[in-house]
C-alpha cells in the first residue's frame, strides 16, 4: 500500500510523514512508502509501481497555484481511477466546487484544524484506506517486472507493445504510454492473450476490431493499425476468424 503527500512546505511535509507513520505503526496498519514531494510528476510516475489502493494527500495550493492540488487530482485520476484522493489545505472554500473537477475526492482537512481533530481525520482516512485494500478484489493486470522495471496496469487497457530502440519498449494502453527495458521475447510469454504478430510489434488480441488483408494490417478498437508479418498473416486471419 502506498501514501503520497503532495506538499510544498518541507516542514509541513515532513511533519504530515510523521504523523502518517505514527498512525500507522500505532493501528497496525501496513503500507510499502511514503512519498513527500511538490511535484506532481512525481506522483505519476511512480502509480504503475504501486501494488494496491494508493491514497493520495494533496495540497490546493502549490507554489502560489491556489488550484494547482485541484489540477493534479485530474491528473492523477487519468492514471488511476481507483486511488483515495484527500484534500489538505487552507483553502477550505474550495470544498463545495471541488466535484467541478470530477475527481471524486474522499474528504477534506483544513490545515487550520487543531492537531487532535487532524489526527483523528487522517486517522480516518488511513483506516479507510486500509479497508479497501483488504476487501479490494484482485484485478485484471498486466505486470511486467524485471532488473530494471515494474509495471502494472489493467490488461483490458492493453493495446500494444512494440520496440523503441536496442533493448528498449513502449507499451501503449488507452490510458498511458509507458517507455521500459526489455524484450518482446519476454513479454510475449506473459500472457497468452498477447500475440507477436510482427518483428516488432505485439498486440493484445482483446484490443483486434478487423484484419486488412490486403495490407496486412491489424485494426484495433481505437483505429489505430498495426503491421502483421507476412507469415502470420494466415495465423491472425484463422484466430480472428476462431475467436480467439
Known amino acids: 500500500m502506498s501514501i503520497f503527500i503532495y506538499e510544498d512546505d518541507i516542514i509541513q511535509g515532513n511533519q504530515f510523514k510523521r504523523l502518517a507513520e505514527e498512525i500507522c505503526e500505532k493501528h497496525q496498519i501496513p503500507f510499502d512508502f511514503i512519498e513527500v514531494t511538490s511535484k506532481s510528476d512525481q506522483i505519476i510516475e ?4 504501486t501494488t494496491f489502493i494508493p491514497i493520495y494527500f494533496l495540497d490546493i495550493e502549490i507554489k502560489k497555484e491556489r488550484r494547482k492540488g485541484l489540477q493534479v487530482a485530474q491528473k492523477i ?13 487552507t483553502h477550505s472554500e474550495f470544498a463545495p466546487i471541488s466535484y467541478q473537477y470530477m475527481v471524486s475526492a474522499f474528504t477534506f482537512i483544513d490545515k487550520a484544524l487543531s492537531y487532535n481533530e487532524r489526527y483523528h481525520l487522517i486517522k480516518q482516512c ?14 485484471d493486470d498486466f505486470i511486467v517486472e524485471n532488473t ?6 489493467p490488461f483490458k487497457t492493453v493495446e500494444y507493445i512494440a520496440t523503441d530502440g536496442p533493448h528498449r519498449l513502449v507499451l501503449v494502453t488507452s490510458e498511458q504510454v509507458i517507455h521500459f527495458y526489455g ?9 497468452n492473450r498477447l500475440f507477436r504478430c510482427h518483428q516488432s510489434f505485439i498486440v493484445n488480441m482483446n484490443q483486434i476490431a478487423s484484419y486488412d488483408k490486403t495490407n496486412r494490417m491489424i485494426i484495433l478498437r481505437n483505429n489505430e493499425r498495426i503491421p502483421v ?11 480472428i476468424k476462431d475467436g480467439v
Open 46 to 49: 511512480k502509480i504503475p509501481l
Open 77 to 89: 485520476r487519468r492514471h488511476d481511477s481507483l486511488g483515495i484522493i484527500v484534500f489538505v489545505t
Open 126 to 139: 488511513l483506516s479507510y484506506y486500509e479497508v479497501r485494500n483488504q476487501t479490494n478484489i484482485p484485478t
Open 148 to 153: 530494471n522495471t515494474t509495471i502494472k496496469v
Open 183 to 191: 524484450t518482446l521475447k519476454e513479454i510475449a510469454n506473459l500472457d
Open 229 to 239: 508479418s507476412r507469415r502470420l498473416s494466415s495465423k491472425i486471419r484463422q484466430m
